[in-house]
């Protein structure tokens, strides 16, 4: 802990009691440390990795803590530290796909504060927020929404409308974004490069917390949505210029055993043509559900391939918790 505890923002970056409308102290003590544990064997430990830490928010006085869902995905123990030291186990409840959520609950008393849940809404690019993680003020920073706008990541994931702000928390991991009136906005995700006014600059992407409303029920009774699974391909996709580029795919995947390769470029799904990454994977959720034959044209070396990848539904593939 103390190699993660052992540094702070400069004081110009962190956050005065003045810059909150509630209790600053009570905002940053919501937030808490996730570690996680993880089989050698899971799906997701190569990509990944076996112990993965970063941070989670308490939203209920029972200690449920929302966090962001690589950080739990197929963990086999957590523990959760908060603001006071204190450390307890946790259970890993759910990992929604779509969203990109995660859920733990506290076994014992966190000694943590709740942060409650507000909207984005009213959320403006230029509004100044904090991205909070675990321990204190000094890791509190000052930021601003830089933009609200569509995210598509290469693991089969599209976000509407995502949060992004700047300057970078270095630990973004399940951070909280916080609005001004000390409502938890959004949950950290990435670390990402955006250029503003001519200028290269690096940022975090948020999900945003609007989208946790609407499922958090179906979460806690069933660990997953209601909704029909998505069909996913296991097809590490990039934007490369104009083109969508093969950058990798998942061992034992539907798109490894179609034959796809690293290098091919993916013109069309289901015989229309795709442009970006978003656009590939509505496509093929359009399709239909997980098991769903997806017909993908591809381009290697000048020739064009017709592949049809038999999808899958990802969470079949994940450890599931054990009960406690």
């Not at 979460?219 to 391909?233: E, I």
């Not at 034959?293 to 038999?310: D, Q, S, W, Y």
């Amino acid at each position: 802990m103390s190699d993660l505890q052992n540094w702070a923002f400069p004081e110009h970056l962190q956050p005065a009691p003045g810059d909150l409308d509630g209790a600053l102290g009570e905002v940053l003590d919501a937030v808490v440390t996730v570690r996680s544990e993880i089989p050698d064997d899971a799906f997701t430990a190569p990509l990944l990795g076996t112990e993965r830490v970063g941070n989670g928010v308490v939203i209920r006085d029972d200690g449920l803590v929302l966090t962001i869902g690589y950080l739990v995905t197929e963990a086999q123990t957590v523990w959760l530290t908060s603001n006071a030291g204190t450390v307890v186990a946790a259970h890993p409840m759910a990992y929604d796909q779509v969203s990109g959520f995660g859920l733990v609950q506290a076994l014992g008393p966190l000694g943590a504060s709740v942060l409650a849940r507000g909207t984005c809404a009213s959320c403006r690019p230029g509004d100044e927020l904090l991205v909070i993680g675990q321990g204190g003020r000094a890791h509190a920073l000052k930021a601003r929404l830089t933009g609200k706008r569509e995210f598509a990541g290469y693991w089969e994931y599209v976000l509407d409308e995502a949060l992004f702000t700047a300057p970078a928390h270095p630990q973004w991991g399940g951070a909280a974004v916080v609005g001004r009136d000390g409502t938890l906005l959004g949950i950290g995700s990435l670390l990402i490069q955006e250029e503003i006014d001519g200028e290269q600059i690096e940022g975090n992407m948020a999900v945003p917390v609007d989208l946790l409303e609407p499922i958090l029920d179906d979460l806690l009774s069933t660990g997953r949505t209601r909704a029909r699974p998505r069909p996913w391909l296991g097809l590490y996709t990039v934007e490369s210029g104009e083109h969508l580029v093969v950058g990798g795919v998942a061992g034992g995947g539907p798109a490894e055993r179609a034959g796809v390769q690293q290098g091919d470029r993916v013109l069309e799904v289901a015989g229309r043509r795709v442009d970006s990454l978003a656009d590939l994977f509505r496509s093929v959720w359009r399709i239909g559900p997980a098991g769903v034959g997806v017909p993908i044209t591809l381009l290697r070396e000048g020739r064009t391939l017709h592949v049809e990848l038999a999808s899958v539904d990802r969470y079949d593939l994940l450890k599931k918790p054990a009960l406690h």
